[in-house]
Every structure is written in C-alpha cells, then in structure tokens.
C-alpha cells in the first residue's frame, strides 16, 4: 500500500509569491491534515479535511488556506509569502479523522524556503 | 497553554547506554498518547498509542508506559540507528487534532 506523498519536495520562493502544495493520502483515507513544522515551534497545526469539508483551522493568517478533492487528495495553498513562512510543511492522513484518537500517517513534507 | 511537554530537548547516549524520555500532558478525558519518531528531513513515523493509566506497548529497544500525567520512552541499550527526534502528540478535548509536544532529539554515540 503506498504511503503518503507529498510534492514538491522542495521548495524555493521569494517573498509575495505564493505557493501551492499537494498532498494524496493512503488509499482509503478520507481524512488529510496539515502541519507547519520549524525548530523553534515543533509541529503546528494548520487544517484538517474530511470528505472534502474542512473540519478544523489552526490558528494561521487566511493566507494559509486548503481545499480537499472528491479523490481526498488535498491541496494547500500559502499567498503573500513571508520570510516566516520557511518551514517543513506535512501532510497526515487517516480514515476517521485527526481529532478521533487514530493515528496519523504522514508524508516525508515539502521543505519550503522563502528568500 | 502548552498541553504537551517534553523534555529533555535533545539527549545525548552513548551507544548501549539506557535512558528515558517524558512527556507530560495536561488535557483531561485523555483519548490517547502517541509516541512518532522523526528522522531529518522526514515526516514523522508512528511508534505507540497508549490509552489508559498502567499500559505499556514495546518494540525493539523502545518501551512506552503511561500514568494519568505522564508518559516514558525508556530505550534501552541504544545503537546509534535510534539517533532521531522523538515526538508525542494528544488529541485534546472535543474533535480536535493531535497537538505535538516539540520533540526530544536524542543522538546515540557509537
């Protein structure tokens, strides 16, 4: 069974683009959460989609926003690019849902830079 | 408000030398504790999830124990291979999702 996969990679920008990121989830699952990790923050949430609905939203500028396909791939989308913003962003999925006591599986993340 | 706190913040063993790791949390109704180990530049991989006061789970050099505060990751005689970042996570209260303790980033010294 594949695992989650994330791309690009890797990432390079300049402040004020912006940038968009791609996420498919094991096949199955209908759950797809986001997170921003850095050093000095550890993992922060950012949103999670079920079914294509958005469930829940961390607390992230609305520059931060996502959306959800009928195949529960999912898409992330950063405008207004901050210097801020430089961080390994990961995907999780699972089937029932982050907040359900289920354990997420996650993609090995986009490392974003922002120049 | 943190909810989940881990320390120390990194560790340093050398190899064959046991130790522990803690991860105290604060939500109540607790509806699970994981442990992820997390590899540079990877995403985090799932080790345990504990869910009542007294259980333990183990594998390989790793065993993980919980009571209603706290949680422990004893490894024991460590190789260098478990040199990585040790994450725990709980889902607090209501349909919410997992928030993530800042690690523990242990380096195992041949």
């Known amino acids: 069974k594949a695992g989650v996969t994330q791309t690009p990679r890797y990432l390079i920008k300049t402040r004020g683009q912006q940038v968009t990121l791609s996420c498919s989830p094991i096949?199955?699952?209908?759950?797809v959460s986001w997170y921003q990790q850095t050093p000095g923050q550890g993992l922060q949430f950012l949103f999670e989609?079920?079914?294509?609905?958005?469930?829940n939203k961390g607390n992230f500028p609305g520059r931060f926003s996502g959306r959800q396909f009928s195949n529960s791939r999912s898409e992330m989308n950063v405008s207004t690019l901050e210097l801020g913003d430089s961080a390994l962003y990961l995907c999780?999925?699972?089937?029932?849902?982050?907040?359900?006591?289920?354990?997420?599986?996650f993609g090995s993340g986009t490392q974003l830079s922002v120049l | 408000e943190d909810q989940v706190t881990q320390s120390p913040e990194a560790l340093r063993l050398q190899e064959g030398e046991s130790s522990s790791l803690n991860c105290s949390y604060t939500?109540?109704?607790?509806?699970?504790l994981f442990w992820y180990r997390q590899d540079p530049g990877k995403g985090p991989e799932f080790l345990f999830t504990?869910?009542?006061a007294g259980e333990e789970k183990e594998k390989e050099r790793l065993k993980a124990t919980l009571t209603k505060k706290e949680s422990f990751l004893h490894i024991t005689a460590p190789k260098p291979e478990d040199s990585a970042t040790y994450l725990c996570?709980?889902?607090?209260?209501?349909?919410?999702?997992?928030?993530f303790g800042k690690g523990t980033r242990l380096s195992v010294i041949a």
């Open positions: 999780a999925s699972s089937f029932l849902g982050a907040g359900t006591g289920e354990k997420l599986f």
């Open positions: 504990l869910y009542s």
């Open positions: 996570a709980v889902p607090p209260t209501g349909n919410t999702p997992l928030v």
């Open positions: 096949s199955g699952h209908r759950s």
């Open positions: 989609y079920f079914s294509e609905t958005q469930r």
């Open positions: 939500v109540s109704g607790l509806r699970g």
